[in-house]
């Protein structure tokens, strides 16, 4: 019986909107790397895939009263790589405001000074504010993000395939440090990347970073079905969770790629309590700490700026109360999501928003160890997930907790494994090496 797929999602002091309020959390800065370094640890010692960081490519204007800045993912990895040892290690990196050379030179040298233990979290940043930090007018458009990434896309692989396997001969006697035959370049030229190459290194331990990506829109989901191995996903119950994992299986089958070498992570936010009355005593306290206000603007980013100042609090919403999420240039898939609830639900906003500070369009629940195990192998028996990525609300604590309560009982179901088996991550997600497209 495969095993489900468990990465942890590091996010500030947890994933709540008020996490870094609680007595509960690290009282550490999110710049100190020592707490990142705890949380991988434990990840590792309870054997988990992998772990992830996501990024945010400007600052957040609510920051006077909710935190949204750790440190660079890509920066952090690096040292994570040297403070664990068998653990995958995954970040998030811009295609939108990245170059496609520096970009595989720091993924590549990841995946080498991890021996092999690297993701990248592909995303096109919808955030309105980034393009003004890196020399751009305005936003960039939805479709045009995804057109970019695209020829990105052949751009890096053609970068990390520019050296055979068995290209380094390391040959001292001989004087001969590589067959300069089998390193090419790339020569692309295209409307947005031309890009000579080859990198200037040798092929890293997995052939390339796993392919990890978090777009649920259409054409987000088109995109991961050309080039995902691991799919990062929000939903707010199981019925569009295993709706989205039959579409994109049958997607991914229509690029003609195996669907088990997709793997489908939906978010999973649970707080743990002892009881079910405990659970909720803590779900309670986070709310309480939560300022509407912080949620009321973040709402707004994802519409991209729209303005919800005119909204009653405590007024049952419509679908009519927000923009056309299928015009929405920032954050497509998570707005689409906020409105079905919204026409399914009919919420205040006060309600929609306490929703939203969970874990921001992800799938939360209270409840003791026992029932939190039920419902992730319901997930995983019936269609909806192949593993989840979790996002515990109140970091370390949750953590903890799901570590040494939840973790046993999915062992006891055969559902979790005990021990790593391989050393890479593609080795824990079950994914083969790439050959090299070297011709």
Known sequence: MPHMHINLFIQGRGHHEAAWRHPKSSPLPLTDIGYTVDLAQKAEAGFFDSIF??????????????????????????ALAMATKRIGLIATCSTTYTEPYNLARQFASLDHISRGRVG???????LPQAGANFGHIGQVGHADRYERAEEFMTVIKGLWDSWADDAVLDDREGGRYADRKKVRAIDHKGPHYPVLGPLNMPRSPQGRPVFVQAGSS????KFAARHAEAVFTAHLEKVTARAFYVDLKELV?????????????????????????EAERFATE??????????????????????????ALDKPLSPADFPDPSKNEASRSRTEAVVALVAKERPTLRQLLAKLAGARGHFTIAGPPEKIADIMQDWFETGAADGFNLMPPVLPHQLDLFISEVVPLLRKRGLFRDAYEGETLRSHFGLSRPAVQFG
């Open 53 to 78: 960081l996501a990024d945010v490519l400007g600052l957040w204007n609510d920051v006077e009263s909710a935190p949204f800045n750790w440190l660079e993912p890509i920066t952090a990895l690096a």
């Open 120 to 126: 990248w979290n592909i995303v096109t940043t919808w």
């Open 218 to 221: 259409d054409t987000g989901k």
């Open 253 to 277: 089958s229509a690029e003609g790629r195996d669907p088990r070498h997709v793997l489908i992570l939906p978010g999973f936010s649970p707080i743990i309590g002892s009881t079910e009355a």
């Open 286 to 311: 986070l709310n309480e700490l939560s300022d509407p206000e912080v949620g009321r603007n973040r709402l707004s980013q994802r519409f991209g700026g729209s303005d919800f100042s005119h909204l």
